[in-house]
């Protein structure tokens, strides 16, 4: 089992839908979390960090729930421009610990 | 600006010769980091390095090799031992070890070897 899973989609939405992603991860000793964003052969950006209160920017919301070891992102009203592989990242201390999962692939259509 | 960046962006060798990619960063980040990147797959780490003249062995370092003489450089070389070349290379940093911060990635190159 990886440590960090992913729902490997692909997500096809017309533009203006709600979207979720969900992530689980194995190790109960992660400490911080995040969402990046990765457009077809680039680099992975920070899309944002995830806090246990959850937290929100602009169109997209994140949520932790420790208890289930379970992160989500919410994207609503999508846009064309949110076409990418979103990648949930799980960090149990250090940079070298960080663990990436495979990415989920989104579609958003005219 | 500061960033990082990576050097070449498109690399082709012919196999059983070593070649060495580039990561320069300003952003004064003490730690760096080699990252693989396959189709369909998540990254995993090569090497990573937490200060100068030290560094350490990620989950596939097995035929690559690093140096960290200078805070801002962090070259990979990807010798000929290396199976399986050709891939994406990414090159990331962040504050410093333990502190649980982001990295931030360079924009990537792209190893083919034939």
């Known amino acids: 089992r990886k440590e960090v899973e992913q729902d490997p989609g692909p997500f096809n939405v017309p533009e203006g839908a709600t979207v979720a992603f969900n992530c689980t991860y194995s190790?109960?000793?992660?400490?911080?979390f995040f969402w990046y964003r990765q457009d077809c052969r680039k680099e992975p950006k920070l899309l944002m960090s995830?806090?246990?209160s959850g937290n929100e920017d602009g169109r997209f919301t994140a949520q932790l729930n420790r208890a289930s070891q379970y992160i989500s992102l919410l994207i609503r009203d999508s846009k064309l421009s949110d076409s990418a592989t979103y990648l949930c990242?799980?960090?149990?201390?250090?940079?070298?610990?960080?663990?990436f999962g495979a990415g989920t692939r989104l579609f958003v259509k005219a | 600006d500061g960033g990082i960046t990576q050097s070449p962006k498109y690399l082709f060798r012919k196999e059983g010769q070593n070649v060495t990619l580039s990561c320069e960063q300003n952003?004064?980040?003490?730690?760096m980091y080699w990252y693989r990147q396959d189709p369909g797959q998540g990254l995993r780490l090569i090497y990573y390095?937490?200060?100068?003249?030290?560094?350490q062995k990620g989950d596939i370092a097995e035929g690559y090799s690093v140096s960290r003489e200078k805070k801002e450089s962090f070259p990979l070389t990807v010798t000929s031992a290396q199976k399986n070349p050709t891939a994406f290379y990414l090159c990331?940093?962040?504050?410093?070890?333990?502190?649980?911060?982001?990295?931030?990635f360079g924009n990537g190159t792209r190893l083919t070897v034939t």
């Open positions: 952003l004064n980040h003490d730690a």
């Open positions: 190790n109960s000793a992660s400490q911080s």
């Open positions: 995830v806090y246990s």
């Open positions: 990331a940093s962040s504050h410093q070890q333990g502190d649980g911060s982001p990295l931030h």
């Open positions: 390095s937490q200060i100068v003249n030290d560094f």
């Open positions: 990242v799980v960090n149990r201390g250090g940079g070298f610990k960080t663990i």
